[in-house]
């Protein structure tokens, strides 16, 4: 009988074969931790007394950047004299958020297996890698031991057709998948995406939609390695020689296989407060707002932000609504001012923050009010989700945001395309 991807990829870290169900314990390739979770892995590794860290490491300040407080900043603090004693890869504020910023470094390839203190780690799924979140506690022992123990996950196999309609993105593609498989359908699960979609799709909508797994209770998630995600690598890794993709073999067993044909689907929004309680926008057209954001690790990437601001040139965020852009690191950023874009956020009267993950976790940069609405390209709308249980998320794709902005209520962005 065949492998899947992730049976190949902890086959080859554990030294011996292994099938779905079956427990080892594998090298680990990369891990990492960002300023809400790094604190208690820097305190574990000194219980243990590590003196050299066995695991490529690096930390982020992506949650709370710049620091909104005395306390985080203490943690900054901590974070950055660990990172000088250690001698780790170390990105301050204004670098951006962990889920771009490591994958911008060329370090992630396919194969690897790479562990994060963030439960969005299954985003480089995009590139072929073995990536999850775990606790802060096994992420401590990962990089003291330069291993982690694993359950070998089942996969499921996702197939998705069609040509992507007007006003169709990744974000849709992955709401759609929310609505059918559900926020527990894929738990402990490894999936592999296949489809003339999925070969359709660029990087960005690829990460979007990888970065997303864990919203129906994924392991890790996997795209299909092509000319696009080879091209990707090569750009930003100096590591070109070893770029060796994990294909699954033909045989290989599947708990499951969903076929999903996308080719008449409409622009969707996940209503409060789950992630799977999902609905068509023209459904929610008489739905007022207060806060639109795009941003975080699921869409603030280039081609989000270019459909954004194709919406807004030339046009004004409604009257009272307040519109956050947060792209997702300084490269970004800076491609985005050369472009222009930038220059069309802020003239639609948006206010343009640091790279960083501060509104959609709460912290900082747009906390919203008891009882306002908000619509937002993050992966998660539970209740308190960005800083206030008393307040409404919606989740949309970049192109419904924007749309949304500009009208002040819930909005179909095909009109604007």
Request: glycine residues 8%; positive net charge; contains cysteine.
């Given at each position: 009988?065949?492998?899947?991807i992730?049976e190949k990829?902890?086959?080859k870290?554990?030294?011996k074969?292994l099938?779905?169900?079956?427990?080892?314990?594998?090298?680990?390739d990369?891990?990492f931790?960002?300023?809400g979770?790094?604190?208690?892995?820097?305190?574990?590794?000194?219980?243990?007394g590590?003196?050299?860290?066995?695991?490529?490491?690096?930390?982020?300040?992506d949650?709370?950047?710049?620091?909104p407080?005395?306390g985080?900043?203490?943690v900054?603090?901590?974070m950055?004299?660990?990172?000088?004693?250690?001698?780790?890869?170390?990105?301050?504020?204004?670098?951006?958020?962990?889920?771009?910023?490591?994958?911008?470094?060329?370090?992630?390839?396919?194969?690897?297996i790479?562990?994060g203190?963030?439960?969005?780690?299954?985003t480089y799924?995009?590139?072929?890698?073995?990536?999850?979140?775990?606790?802060?506690?096994?992420?401590?022992?990962?990089?003291s031991?330069?291993?982690?123990?694993?359950k070998v996950?089942?996969?499921?196999?996702?197939?998705?057709?069609?040509?992507?309609?007007k006003?169709?993105?990744?974000?849709?593609?992955?709401?759609?998948?929310m609505d059918?498989?559900?926020?527990?359908g894929?738990?402990?699960?490894?999936?592999?995406?296949?489809?003339?979609?999925?070969?359709?799709?660029?990087?960005?909508?690829?990460?979007?939609?990888?970065?997303?797994?864990?919203?129906?209770g994924?392991?890790?998630?996997?795209?299909?390695?092509?000319?696009k995600t080879?091209e990707?690598?090569k750009?930003?890794?100096?590591?070109?020689n070893i770029?060796?993709?994990?294909?699954?073999?033909?045989?290989?067993?599947?708990e499951k296989?969903?076929?999903f044909?996308?080719?008449?689907?409409k622009?969707?929004v996940s209503m409060?407060?789950?992630?799977?309680?999902v609905?068509?926008v023209d459904?929610?057209?008489?739905v007022?707002?207060?806060?639109?954001?795009l941003?975080t690790c699921t869409n603030?990437?280039?081609?989000d932000?270019r459909?954004?601001?194709?919406i807004?040139?030339?046009?004004?965020?409604?009257?009272?609504?307040?519109?956050?852009v947060a792209?997702?690191?300084?490269?970004?950023?800076?491609?985005?001012?050369?472009?222009?874009?930038?220059d069309?956020?802020?003239?639609?009267?948006?206010?343009?923050v640091?790279?960083g993950?501060?509104?959609c976790?709460?912290?900082?940069?747009?906390?919203p009010?008891d009882?306002?609405?908000?619509i937002?390209?993050?992966n998660?709308?539970?209740?308190?989700?960005?800083g206030?249980p008393?307040?409404f998320?919606y989740?949309?794709?970049p192109?419904?945001?924007?749309?949304?902005?500009?009208?002040?209520?819930?909005?179909?962005p095909?009109?604007?395309?």
């Amino acid at each position: 009988m065949g492998k899947t991807i992730a049976e190949k990829i902890l086959s080859k870290h554990a030294g011996k074969d292994l099938k779905a169900g079956d427990f080892a314990v594998c090298k680990v390739d990369f891990t990492f931790g960002q300023d809400g979770t790094s604190s208690i892995i820097i305190d574990k590794v000194k219980e243990l007394g590590i003196k050299k860290l066995k695991t490529k490491f690096c930390m982020v300040i992506d949650h709370s950047a710049p620091s909104p407080s005395e306390g985080v900043s203490r943690v900054h603090k901590k974070m950055r004299s660990f990172s000088q004693e250690f001698n780790t890869d170390f990105y301050d504020i204004g670098c951006g958020v962990c889920h771009q910023v490591i994958p911008e470094s060329g370090e992630i390839l396919p194969g690897s297996i790479v562990l994060g203190a963030d439960s969005h780690t299954c985003t480089y799924g995009a590139l072929g890698s073995f990536s999850t979140g775990v606790g802060s506690t096994d992420l401590a022992i990962a990089v003291s031991t330069g291993k982690s123990w694993f359950k070998v996950p089942e996969t499921i196999k996702i197939v998705i057709n069609g040509k992507l309609p007007k006003g169709i993105f990744a974000k849709d593609i992955m709401l759609y998948l929310m609505d059918k498989i559900k926020a527990d359908g894929a738990t402990y699960k490894a999936i592999e995406f296949s489809g003339s979609a999925i070969d359709a799709l660029d990087m960005d909508g690829r990460f979007t939609i990888c970065n997303m797994v864990v919203e129906i209770g994924a392991k890790v998630g996997f795209m299909p390695f092509d000319k696009k995600t080879s091209e990707w690598l090569k750009l930003r890794t100096n590591k070109k020689n070893i770029i060796q993709p994990v294909l699954a073999d033909k045989d290989a067993c599947y708990e499951k296989v969903f076929e999903f044909d996308i080719s008449k689907i409409k622009p969707l929004v996940s209503m409060p407060h789950s992630v799977d309680n999902v609905t068509t926008v023209d459904k929610l057209k008489k739905v007022t707002i207060n806060e639109a954001f795009l941003g975080t690790c699921t869409n603030a990437r280039l081609s989000d932000l270019r459909v954004a601001a194709k919406i807004l040139k030339n046009k004004k965020v409604a009257k009272g609504i307040k519109f956050i852009v947060a792209p997702s690191s300084r490269l970004i950023l800076l491609e985005a001012i050369k472009e222009g874009l930038i220059d069309i956020f802020v003239k639609a009267g948006a206010a343009v923050v640091a790279p960083g993950c501060g509104p959609c976790v709460g912290t900082h940069n747009g906390v919203p009010a008891d009882g306002e609405i908000v619509i937002s390209t993050a992966n998660r709308n539970f209740k308190g989700r960005m800083g206030n249980p008393n307040a409404f998320i919606y989740l949309a794709s970049p192109a419904t945001v924007a749309a949304s902005a500009i009208k002040g209520k819930i909005t179909d962005p095909r009109s604007f395309l």
